[in-house]
C-alpha cells in the first residue's frame, strides 16, 4: 500500500529559551514491511541540521537554535511504501524479552493475567491480551499519576501505559515485544503499538484499538524496549524547564494506479 | 600474613632504619602542599578530604609485575573484544559463552549504541583492574575490571615524586622502574585514536572526587583541562572555545564523567557537566571519547563471572590470571551454593559500586541473613557471591612510628593503543582499620605507592 504523509513537530515554550540542543526522532524507519520516498525536513523552515541513526536504527535530525526563541517547529512529509505488518530484522529478539527502564513486571499485573486463563500458541496468548487490556482501560489524554502501578490501579491511562502494560504481560510470557511510536490513519498525533515476537517474526498488536495490525496503515517513526528508547523530542536549553510539544498532520492513502 | 615480611621488602627496610623521622614530616607536608584530595558526596553535603597515604610501598619483583603485565594485557584484550562483539554482531551471545538475558537484562548495556563502530576498534583506552594478592596459595586474583572511567593515577605518580625528592637514598640502592611517563603515553594514545583537532580531557569540574587528578593529567600531558561548558557541537563536530573567543575541532576526548553525565540530550537531561548532543557526533563517527560509551557492561559485576571464557572464546587461550571463585544466584546450582553458605562468602549487588552493596555474610545477624537470602531469592540475577580471600597485609607506618598492618589490594592501569601498555607501578590501596576488607578510597581506606623492581642483573 502506498500513503502519503505529512506532519508538524511544534515545540512551544511560555518564555523563551536559548542555545537549545534538540534531538529529534521523526523520520519514518526504514525495514521490511516500510520503505520510504520523497521525503522532505524542515526544521524552523530553513535552519540547518544533521540526520543520525541510534542503535535501534531510530533515525533522527539533531541541531542547535543558539539564539533566543520561543518555539521550535518542524515539519515532514513523503511517501511510503506498506506492506502487510509481518516481518524480521537483524535485531535480537532477546533484546526485547528483559526487563527495560520503564517496563517490568509487578504484583498487580500478575492478579490481571490471574483473571483469565490464556491460550497456549504465542499468537493467540497476544491477541487475548490486546483484547483485555482494550476492554479494561480508558484512554485518558492526560494524567497526573504516571506509571503502569496508577495504570492498573486506577484503570485509565495514555497511549504508552497500554502498550507498555502489553509489553510487560508478553515478556512475562516470555513472548519478546518492543513499542513502537509513529502514525495512524485519522489521527491526528502519534499513537503507540508493540511488536511481539513468534515464530521468527514480529507481528504489530494494537492494544488501545485492541487488534492485530495487518493492513492498516501503521507509520512507525521509531521504536525500542518502550518510551525511553523512541521519544520524540529530546533536547536541553537555557531557559525555564516548561515546554509543550504538538504534533499535528495526516495520512492519506494513494489512488491505486 | 603480611607481605611485607617477605624478603623482598629487605632492602627497604634497611634503608628505612636509617631515616630520621623528622623527615617522613617533611614528606607529609609537601604533600599537603599538593592538595591531594578525595573528594566525597555524602548525603548531599561536599566533603573535600584528604587522600590518607602512608610511605610504605608495596614492593613488586620484577618476575611478578612481568607475569602480571601479561595477565592483564590478556584480560584487556578479550574485554576490548567483548565489547566490540556485544555492540556488534553479538557473536558470544548466539554461540550461548553467556546467556543473553545477563547482557539484555543489565542497565549497563547500552543499546542505543549497538552498532556504533569506534575509532581503531578500541574501546578500553583506560583500565584500572583491582587485584589482590592471595595469601593461600601466593596467587593474583582479580576482584574487579574498571573499564568506564577508572581514577586513581595520580596519587601514586605524585606521591613518587616527592618521595624522591625527600627520600632520594631508596632510588640510589633500590632499582625501582620509572613511572613519570604515564602522562605522555596517555597522551601518545589520545594521538592514537584521534579523528582530527586537538585532545581535552573532559572534567565535571572540582567538585569531583578525582579533580585533583584530572587537573595533574592535563598539566603533565599537555593536555587541555575542559569542562562541559568550554566545549560544543556544531553540525556533526565537537569543538573546544578557546580563551580568544575561537573555536578549535576537538579530535579526542578523555572524558572523565561517566556516561549518564555525557549528554544531557540523550542520556540524563538534568545533567549540567555534559555536552549536549557530543553522543551525536560520536555516532557520526567525528570524535574519539575514551573511555567508549557503553563500556559499563565489560565491568558489570554479572559479567566478571565470564571473563574467563571470554579469554577462552575470543583468544583461544587459558586465562594467566584468575577470578576470585564466584557464584551466580541466577544459576540454580550456584543459588543453592549461595543460599546455604551464606555464612563464608562475600555478597555483592552487581547494581552497585565503589564498596558499597558489599556484604560478609559472616557480619550479618540472622535477620538480615534471612533478608539477604529473601532478595537474592526474588532478584537473583541481581547477586553475585564469592568466597572470601585471604588476601596479604602490607604494613603501615603510624604516627608513632610503628608498623601495622592493613589488607591491602592493587589497582593496576593500562594505556590501549597501538599495543597495551601496563604502568609499572598502580595504586595500591589500604584499609583504614586493621580488620577490615574493605580498601575503597569512598570507604576511608588509604593509600601506597607501589615499586616495581627492574630486571636484576
Given at each position: 500500500?502506498?500513503?502519503?504523509?505529512?506532519?508538524?513537530?511544534?515545540?512551544?515554550?511560555?518564555?523563551?529559551?536559548?542555545?537549545?540542543?534538540?534531538?529529534?526522532?521523526?523520520?519514518?524507519?526504514?525495514?521490511?514491511?516500510?520503505?520510504?520516498?520523497?521525503?522532505?525536513?524542515?526544521?524552523?523552515?530553513?535552519?540547518?541540521?544533521?540526520?543520525?541513526?541510534?542503535?535501534f536504527?531510530?533515525?533522527?535530525?539533531?541541531?542547535?537554535?543558539?539564539?533566543?526563541?520561543?518555539?521550535?517547529?518542524?515539519?515532514?512529509?513523503?511517501?511510503?511504501?506498506?506492506?502487510?505488518?509481518?516481518?524480521?530484522?537483524?535485531e535480537p529478539p532477546a533484546l526485547y524479552n528483559a526487563p527495560s527502564p520503564l517496563v517490568s513486571f509487578c504484583a498487580l499485573m500478575q492478579a490481571f493475567l490471574d483473571e483469565t486463563t490464556l491460550p497456549v500458541s504465542a499468537f493467540r496468548k497476544a491477541f487475548m491480551l490486546t483484547q483485555k487490556i482494550r476492554d479494561s482501560f480508558t484512554l485518558?489524554?492526560?494524567t497526573?499519576a504516571e506509571g503502569l502501578e496508577s495504570f492498573l490501579l486506577y484503570k485509565e491511562g495514555l497511549r504508552n501505559d497500554f502498550s507498555h502494560l502489553l509489553i510487560a504481560l508478553l515478556r512475562h510470557v516470555n513472548i519478546p515485544a518492543r513499542l513502537c511510536h509513529?502514525?495512524?490513519?485519522?489521527?491526528?498525533?502519534?499513537?503507540t503499538w508493540v511488536e511481539a515476537w513468534m515464530?521468527?517474526?514480529w507481528r504489530g498488536f494494537d492494544p488501545i484499538?485492541g487488534?492485530?495490525?495487518?493492513?492498516?496503515?501503521?507509520?512507525?517513526?521509531?521504536h525500542g524496549r518502550d518510551f525511553s528508547d523512541c521519544a520524540?523530542?529530546?533536547?536541553?536549553?537555557?531557559?525555564?524547564?516548561?515546554?509543550?510539544?504538538?504534533?499535528?498532520?495526516?495520512?492519506?492513502?494513494?489512488?491505486?494506479? | 600474613?603480611?607481605?611485607?615480611?617477605?624478603?623482598?621488602?629487605?632492602?627497604?627496610?634497611?634503608?628505612?632504619?636509617?631515616?630520621?623521622?623528622?623527615?617522613?614530616?617533611?614528606?607529609?607536608?609537601?604533600?599537603?602542599?599538593?592538595?591531594?584530595?578525595?573528594?566525597?558526596?555524602?548525603?548531599?553535603?561536599?566533603?573535600?578530604?584528604?587522600?590518607?597515604?602512608?610511605?610504605?610501598?608495596?614492593?613488586?619483583?620484577?618476575?611478578?609485575?612481568?607475569?602480571?603485565?601479561?595477565?592483564?594485557?590478556?584480560?584487556?584484550?578479550?574485554?576490548?573484544?567483548?565489547?566490540?562483539?556485544?555492540?556488534?554482531?553479538?557473536?558470544?551471545l548466539?554461540?550461548?559463552?553467556?546467556p543473553s538475558e545477563f547482557v539484555f537484562a543489565s542497565k549497563a548495556y547500552l543499546p542505543a549504541?549497538?552498532?556504533?563502530?569506534?575509532?581503531?576498534?578500541?574501546?578500553?583506552?583506560?583500565?584500572?583492574?583491582?587485584?589482590?594478592?592471595?595469601?593461600?596459595?601466593?596467587?593474583?586474583?582479580?576482584?574487579?575490571?574498571?573499564?568506564?572511567?577508572?581514577?586513581?593515577?595520580?596519587?601514586?605518580?605524585?606521591?613518587?615524586?616527592?618521595?624522591?625528592?625527600?627520600?632520594?637514598?631508596?632510588?640510589?640502592?633500590?632499582?625501582?622502574?620509572?613511572?613519570?611517563?604515564?602522562?605522555?603515553?596517555?597522551?601518545?594514545?589520545?594521538?592514537?585514536?584521534?579523528?582530527?583537532?586537538?585532545?581535552?580531557?573532559?572534567?565535571?569540574?572540582?567538585?569531583?572526587?578525582?579533580?585533583?587528578?584530572?587537573?595533574?593529567?592535563?598539566?603533565?600531558?599537555?593536555?587541555?583541562?575542559?569542562?562541559?561548558?568550554?566545549?560544543?557541537?556544531?553540525?556533526?563536530?565537537?569543538?573546544?572555545?578557546?580563551?580568544?573567543?575561537?573555536?578549535?575541532?576537538?579530535?579526542?576526548?578523555?572524558?572523565?564523567?561517566?556516561?549518564?553525565?555525557?549528554?544531557?540530550?540523550?542520556?540524563?537531561?538534568?545533567?549540567?557537566?555534559?555536552?549536549?548532543?557530543?553522543?551525536?557526533?560520536?555516532?557520526?563517527?567525528?570524535?574519539?571519547?575514551?573511555?567508549?560509551?557503553?563500556?559499563?557492561i565489560?565491568?558489570d559485576k554479572g559479567?566478571?563471572?565470564?571473563?574467563?571464557?571470554?579469554?577462552?572464546?575470543?583468544?583461544?587461550?587459558?586465562?594467566?590470571?584468575?577470578?576470585?571463585?564466584?557464584?551466580l544466584a541466577f544459576f540454580e546450582?550456584?543459588r543453592?551454593?549461595?543460599l546455604?553458605?551464606?555464612?563464608?562468602?562475600?555478597?555483592?549487588d552487581v547494581a552497585e559500586?565503589?564498596?558499597?552493596g558489599?556484604?560478609?555474610?559472616?557480619?550479618?545477624?540472622?535477620?538480615?541473613?534471612?533478608a539477604l537470602k529473601d532478595a537474592i531469592i526474588k532478584e537473583p540475577r541481581r547477586f553475585i557471591?564469592?568466597?572470601?580471600?585471604?588476601?596479604?597485609?602490607?604494613?603501615?607506618?603510624?604516627?608513632?612510628?610503628?608498623?601495622?598492618?592493613?589488607?591491602?589490594?592493587?589497582?593496576?592501569?593500562?594505556?590501549?593503543?597501538?599495543?597495551?601498555?601496563?604502568?609499572?607501578?598502580?595504586?595500591?590501596?589500604?584499609?583504614?582499620?586493621?580488620?577490615?576488607?574493605?580498601?575503597?578510597?569512598?570507604?576511608?581506606?588509604?593509600?601506597?605507592?607501589?615499586?616495581?623492581?627492574?630486571?636484576?642483573?
Amino acid at each position: 500500500m502506498k500513503v502519503n504523509f505529512s506532519y508538524d513537530f511544534t515545540l512551544t515554550f511560555p518564555e523563551s529559551v536559548r542555545d537549545h540542543r534538540y534531538c529529534l526522532r521523526i523520520v519514518p524507519y526504514e525495514n521490511a514491511i516500510q520503505t520510504c520516498s520523497n521525503l522532505d525536513i524542515r526544521v524552523n523552515t530553513n535552519a540547518a541540521f544533521e540526520q543520525g541513526t541510534d542503535g535501534f536504527a531510530n533515525r533522527f535530525v539533531y541541531g542547535t537554535i543558539a539564539k533566543p526563541h520561543k518555539s521550535l517547529s518542524a515539519h515532514i512529509e513523503g511517501e511510503l511504501e506498506l506492506l502487510p505488518y509481518v516481518y524480521c530484522d537483524e535485531e535480537p529478539p532477546a533484546l526485547y524479552n528483559a526487563p527495560s527502564p520503564l517496563v517490568s513486571f509487578c504484583a498487580l499485573m500478575q492478579a490481571f493475567l490471574d483473571e483469565t486463563t490464556l491460550p497456549v500458541s504465542a499468537f493467540r496468548k497476544a491477541f487475548m491480551l490486546t483484547q483485555k487490556i482494550r476492554d479494561s482501560f480508558t484512554l485518558i489524554e492526560s494524567t497526573k499519576a504516571e506509571g503502569l502501578e496508577s495504570f492498573l490501579l486506577y484503570k485509565e491511562g495514555l497511549r504508552n501505559d497500554f502498550s507498555h502494560l502489553l509489553i510487560a504481560l508478553l515478556r512475562h510470557v516470555n513472548i519478546p515485544a518492543r513499542l513502537c511510536h509513529g502514525f495512524i490513519e485519522g489521527e491526528n498525533k502519534t499513537h503507540t503499538w508493540v511488536e511481539a515476537w513468534m515464530d521468527g517474526d514480529w507481528r504489530g498488536f494494537d492494544p488501545i484499538k485492541g487488534i492485530v495490525i495487518h493492513d492498516e496503515p501503521y507509520v512507525k517513526l521509531a521504536h525500542g524496549r518502550d518510551f525511553s528508547d523512541c521519544a520524540i523530542y529530546k533536547g536541553s536549553y537555557i531557559g525555564k524547564r516548561q515546554h509543550i510539544l504538538k504534533i499535528t498532520g495526516q495520512i492519506g492513502r494513494e489512488e491505486q494506479q | 600474613m603480611i607481605e611485607s615480611h617477605s624478603p623482598l621488602y629487605d632492602a627497604f627496610k634497611s634503608v628505612l632504619n636509617t631515616i630520621d623521622t623528622q623527615r617522613v614530616q617533611e614528606l607529609l607536608a609537601y604533600m599537603n602542599t599538593e592538595a591531594i584530595n578525595f573528594n566525597l558526596f555524602k548525603n548531599n553535603a561536599f566533603i573535600e578530604r584528604k587522600f590518607p597515604f602512608d610511605i610504605i610501598p608495596r614492593i613488586v619483583s620484577h618476575q611478578e609485575f612481568t607475569y602480571l603485565e601479561k595477565g592483564i594485557q590478556q584480560r584487556i584484550y578479550a574485554l576490548n573484544l567483548f565489547l566490540e562483539d556485544i555492540y556488534g554482531a553479538q557473536k558470544i551471545l548466539k554461540d550461548g559463552i553467556i546467556p543473553s538475558e545477563f547482557v539484555f537484562a543489565s542497565k549497563a548495556y547500552l543499546p542505543a549504541f549497538a552498532n556504533t563502530p569506534v575509532s581503531k576498534n578500541i574501546r578500553v583506552h583506560i583500565s584500572g583492574i583491582d587485584l589482590v594478592k592471595n595469601s593461600v596459595g601466593d596467587g593474583w586474583v582479580v576482584l574487579e575490571d574498571n573499564l568506564r572511567v577508572p581514577s586513581g593515577v595520580s596519587y601514586p605518580l605524585s606521591l613518587r615524586i616527592l618521595t624522591r625528592k625527600v627520600f632520594p637514598e631508596f632510588f640510589e640502592k633500590l632499582p625501582i622502574q620509572s613511572v613519570h611517563d604515564y602522562p605522555k603515553r596517555l597522551e601518545a594514545a589520545m594521538d592514537y585514536v584521534n579523528t582530527g583537532g586537538i585532545n581535552v580531557i573532559l572534567t565535571p569540574g572540582r567538585y569531583n572526587s578525582a579533580f585533583y587528578e584530572h587537573s595533574y593529567l592535563a598539566k603533565q600531558s599537555g593536555t587541555v583541562l575542559a569542562t562541559g561548558d568550554d566545549l560544543f557541537v556544531e553540525k556533526d563536530k565537537v569543538y573546544l572555545k578557546t580563551y580568544l573567543g575561537k573555536k578549535a575541532r576537538v579530535g579526542a576526548i578523555y572524558r572523565r564523567l561517566d556516561d549518564d553525565a555525557l549528554d544531557p540530550v540523550e542520556f540524563n537531561a538534568d545533567s549540567l557537566i555534559g555536552v549536549p548532543n557530543i553522543t551525536q557526533a560520536y555516532r557520526a563517527g567525528n570524535i574519539a571519547l575514551m573511555n567508549s560509551i557503553g563500556n559499563g557492561i565489560a565491568d558489570d559485576k554479572g559479567i566478571y563471572y565470564f571473563v574467563p571464557a571470554m579469554i577462552r572464546y575470543y583468544m583461544n587461550e587459558e586465562p594467566i590470571l584468575q577470578n576470585a571463585p564466584t557464584y551466580l544466584a541466577f544459576f540454580e546450582k550456584d543459588r543453592n551454593h549461595i543460599l546455604q553458605n551464606l555464612r563464608t562468602l562475600v555478597i555483592k549487588d552487581v547494581a552497585e559500586a565503589g564498596g558499597y552493596g558489599v556484604v560478609f555474610g559472616s557480619k550479618l545477624s540472622k535477620n538480615e541473613r534471612e533478608a539477604l537470602k529473601d532478595a537474592i531469592i526474588k532478584e537473583p540475577r541481581r547477586f553475585i557471591a564469592q568466597e572470601v580471600i585471604e588476601f596479604y597485609d602490607i604494613e603501615c607506618l603510624t604516627n608513632e612510628g610503628t608498623l601495622s598492618p592493613r589488607k591491602a589490594d592493587l589497582r593496576m592501569f593500562s594505556i590501549f593503543s597501538d599495543d597495551i601498555f601496563i604502568w609499572p607501578c598502580g595504586l595500591t590501596r589500604y584499609a583504614m582499620d586493621p580488620s577490615s576488607y574493605i580498601v575503597n578510597s569512598s570507604q576511608g581506606g588509604g593509600f601506597k605507592d607501589t615499586w616495581v623492581l627492574k630486571e636484576s642483573k
